[in-house]
Structure formats: structure tokens, C-alpha cells
Nanobody, 123 residues
Framework: QLQLVESGGGLVHTGGSLTLSCAAS????????IAWFRQAPGKEREAVSC????????TYVDSVKGRFTISRDNAKKMVYLQMNSLKPEDTAVYSC????????????????WGQGTQVTVSP
């Protein structure tokens, strides 16, 4: 069974840090681009960061540049999102998604999705 499972969410104060993990099972990550998305209550889902299968190309939404870092370990079938200097506006459910097509992935059309992990940043 092909599956993505996120972990690492929680409650932190403004300025704090969290590292989210996305574990893949049932398939190899080697040929998949991976993205982290987030959705806050009442807002549309947005792509936070994306990393290509090779890891050579990484993109971030402007609001997290300089604060978030995406990385991947294909051997371990893991993708990470290091989040520093967290702000209340980062509060959302964070989900990872995977697709062989980078374009489909960033358009929110990824083939595989995790269930999400809640990140809450208190003022």
C-alpha cells in the first residue's frame, strides 16, 4: 500500500522551531518530487515548499523563505521540513504530497498525500 505519513507537528510559541517529517512506504521516493502544503482554517491550501526527485531544485513560497528548509533522504524514504522563526500565521495543517510530475505536484494534483499534521504557533 502506497502511503505518506507526516509527523512532528505540535504547539510552539512565536519564534520557535519544529521539524516535520514525511515517511513514505510502499514505493520508492527516488523518482518522485515531494512538496509540503499547508491549509489554515478558512484559507485555501498553499504549496509551502517543493523539492525535485534529485533534490537539485527547491522552491519556497515567499512567506517562508529564509525560515523553512526542505530536505530529503531517499534511502530512508523520508522528507523533512525544518521550520524556524515560526509565526502565528504559520498555523495550519501541513501535508506532504508526492508525484513524478513536479508541475502536477505544485498545482496540487499530487498522486499521493499524507493525512496532515497540525502546527499551531501561539503569539
Amino acid at each position: 500500500q502506497l502511503q505518506l505519513v507526516e509527523s512532528g507537528g505540535g504547539l510552539v510559541h512565536t519564534g520557535g522551531s519544529l521539524t516535520l517529517s514525511c515517511a513514505a512506504s510502499g514505493f520508492s521516493l527516488d523518482t518522485y518530487a515531494i512538496a509540503w502544503f499547508r491549509q489554515a482554517p478558512g484559507k485555501e491550501r498553499e504549496a509551502v515548499s517543493c523539492i525535485t526527485s534529485s533534490g537539485r531544485t527547491i522552491t519556497y513560497v515567499d512567506s517562508v523563505k529564509g525560515r523553512f528548509t526542505i530536505s530529503r533522504d531517499n534511502a530512508k524514504k523520508m522528507v523533512y521540513l525544518q521550520m524556524n522563526s515560526l509565526k502565528p500565521e504559520d498555523t495550519a495543517v501541513y501535508s506532504c504530497a508526492a508525484d513524478r510530475s513536479h508541475n502536477a505536484l505544485v498545482a496540487g494534483l499530487g498522486a499521493y498525500w499524507g493525512q496532515g499534521t497540525q502546527v499551531t504557533v501561539s503569539p
